[in-house]
């Protein structure tokens, strides 16, 4: 009975939310100029759903008795929705990777990585035990309608082997705040970028906070590159691509790939999250446009503080280590970077943040082509505009990445 109360209560907000939306859209106009009714409707929305209000945030007094466990079954009442996406776009399927199956070197692997590289190593070691041998890591290949094959090349699209020598492939990385998300709710945004790519795409079902905190999600991601290895890929057929928290692991990866000397293709970052320690002024100029909201890092739910370590109370010497490359990669080494393409929302609450990782990409690489690292910032754009597929801005921008992909 509570919870059909609960969800009665919420129809009832929703129902009032998009009444006022849609009054105050015809009587003021829209909040800015590119946005069409249905798309500032769907804003409010989301962001009367996810938004918490100040005086109901708990502090580092009481994080004693916060319930992690409570927390993520929370958020998983509010997970993204299942994306669907037509056979004039691809098909898909869904598979599992078996970590077992994957060799990792620590030593090799995780070098020069401070503390970071002490927990992906017991994180690895964790999988060698009995129970860790039988872990899987979830994933959905895509096939483009776009992909064409030759009748003298692999005709079974979903192996999970190059079709042909020297094939590409993405390995796309979900964005959610690292407590929500997965391959199925980005399917129509992943099935779109690889169609306009006319490349195959693998998204990978990686670990949550706050019960799994960093570094699992990188592990998954390591050990989900490892595989496309094993099965026959090299590490210059593949693109890293991510959204958001997804923008941010994708990052991540690339920058403990480079300590291994290992290249990549080239990345796709769509508003990537790139600094986990500083509030920068985008977050409150951009407050009223974007739908993302989340508690200040004085909150213990603060999704930084959830994701690197849940239960923990804030301090110097915790925002020192949030600043390391893989947890923060907008202070990253980026001489010679990988390729890079990055889209962002001129109105969302980020920009900064990504405004200032292209600056530094680009001024680690003053000789570079042009064309090499490009910054895309949409106006009256939001937080991974992208996902919202029937806005001409996400279609120009989707196709914009595929493009980008295919003429690496």
Not at 178 to 186: N, P, V, W
């Amino acid at each position: 009975m509570p919870e059909l109360f609960a969800k009665a209560t919420l129809i009832i907000s929703m129902a009032a939310v998009a009444a006022q939306s849609t009054l105050s859209y015809y009587i003021k106009g829209p909040r800015c100029p590119k946005w069409p009714l249905w798309f500032q409707v769907h804003r409010d929305a989301i962001h009367r759903a996810i938004r918490t209000e100040p005086k109901s945030q708990p502090t580092d007094e009481v994080i004693d008795q916060i319930d992690f466990e409570q927390v993520a079954a929370e958020n998983m009442k509010w997970d993204l929705p299942e994306s669907v996406i037509s056979a004039e776009i691809g098909t898909y399927r869904k598979y599992y990777i078996e970590v077992s199956d994957v060799p990792i070197d620590p030593a090799l692997a995780f070098a020069d990585c401070g503390l970071a590289g002490t927990k992906l190593t017991a994180l690895t070691a964790a999988d060698c035990t009995e129970n860790g041998s039988l872990r899987k890591i979830p994933y959905e290949l895509t096939v483009p309608a776009s992909l064409r094959l030759s009748t003298t090349e692999n005709t079974d699209a979903f192996a999970s082997t190059p079709l042909f020598p020297g094939e590409r492939i993405i390995l796309y990385l979900h964005g959610g705040a690292y407590k929500l998300g997965s391959a199925a709710s980005h399917r129509g945004l992943t099935g779109r970028i690889a169609n306009h790519a006319g490349l195959r795409c693998i998204t990978i079902d990686y670990r949550l906070a706050p019960l799994h905190p960093f570094p699992a999600q990188l592990h998954d991601a390591y050990i989900s590159f490892m595989y496309l290895l094993t099965r026959g890929f090299k590490p210059t057929d593949i693109v890293i691509a991510g959204d958001s928290a997804g923008g941010n692991l994708s990052l991540a990866l690339v920058v403990l790939l480079r300590k291994a000397c290992i290249s990549v293709r080239g990345l796709l970052l769509l508003s990537p999250w790139s600094d986990l320690t500083t509030e920068r002024p985008s977050l409150k100029r951009n407050a009223k446009f974007d739908f993302l909201c989340a508690p200040p890092l004085a909150s213990p739910l603060n999704p930084a503080r959830t994701f690197y370590a849940p239960g923990r109370k804030l301090s110097a010497e915790m925002l020192d280590e949030m600043a390391h490359p893989l947890i923060s990669p907008v202070y990253a080494d980026f001489v010679d970077f990988p390729p890079t393409l990055i889209q962002a929302g001129e109105k969302e609450i980020i920009v900064d943040e990504i405004s200032q990782l292209f600056e530094n990409i680009a001024a680690a690489n003053p000789h570079a082509d042009r064309k090499r690292y490009v910054y895309e910032c949409y106006a009256d754009m939001i937080h991974v505009f992208q996902q919202f597929l029937n806005l001409p801005d996400a279609q120009q921008a989707i196709a914009r990445a595929g493009a980008f992909i295919k003429a690496l």
